[in-house]
């Protein structure tokens, strides 16, 4: 049974940093494209970061793109999102994704087949 747990979300100050954490059991993730998605509430899920967990690749919204940092470790099978410089627009819950698509650009919650419980992130100002 495949599996993805999120872990490290909680309440930040403006400025600040948070680093998320998706452990994935269940099957071999080598293979998969994983993904961050954020949803707020009243609006929509939407893409923050991907990273091919094979070579590396990696692909980023443009709302985060040079603060937020997605990783990945093989022989533990997680993969992480450093968020830095935190604003009160990137309060949301965060959801860790898994998708068959080889490429990081995949940027649609529909192309992914599995999904985490979400983390609260929560940032003050």
């Known amino acids: 049974q495949v599996q993805l747990v999120e872990s490290g979300g909680g309440l930040v100050q403006a400025g600040g940093s948070l680093r998320l954490s998706c452990a994935a059991s269940?099957?071999?993730?080598?293979?998969?494209?994983m993904g961050w998605f954020r949803q707020a509430p009243g609006k929509e899920r939407e893409f923050v970061a991907a990273?091919?967990?094979?070579?590396?690749?990696?692909y980023y919204a443009d709302s985060v793109k040079g603060r937020f940092t997605i990783s990945g470790d093989n022989a533990k099978n997680t993969v992480a999102l450093q968020m830095n410089s935190l604003n009160p627009e990137d309060t949301a819950v965060y959801y860790c994704a898994a998708s068959r698509i080889l490429t990081p650009r995949v940027v649609v919650p529909e192309k992914y087949a599995y999904w985490g419980q979400g983390t609260q992130v929560t940032v003050s100002s």
């Open positions: 990273i091919r967990w094979s070579n590396g690749n990696t």
């Open positions: 269940g099957r071999t993730f080598s293979s998969y494209t």
